[in-house]
């Protein structure tokens, strides 16, 4: 089980109380300032980490569902300006726009 890092998440990501669902809402959060922190790209990042083995998620998309994506990243990666999913990026997903 993933818990998700609210110090992490987009502006316009709500992160549940119990850290295990978000939501995207057009009207962005007052937040703190972090390089921690994606400001442009809708994403947030699990307290959990990995370096090696197996994973697996199980995900579930409600209200819309035109776009979503999930996936994996570097403690690296960079969290600023637009994001493109590559591995030479530092950061690896799926993901479905309509």
Known sequence: ???????TADPQLYV???LKSVRWKAVKQQVNAS???????ASVISHQSFNSGKMCWEIEVVEGGEWWGVGIVRESANRNGPIVLQP????WGVQRID
Do not use: F, I, K
Request: no cysteine; net charge negative.
């Open 16 to 18: 549940s109380p119990d």
């Open 35 to 41: 390089s921690l922190r994606y400001d442009v790209m």
């Open 88 to 91: 030479s990026g530092g950061s």
């Open 1 to 7: 089980n993933l818990t998700l890092d609210p110090s």
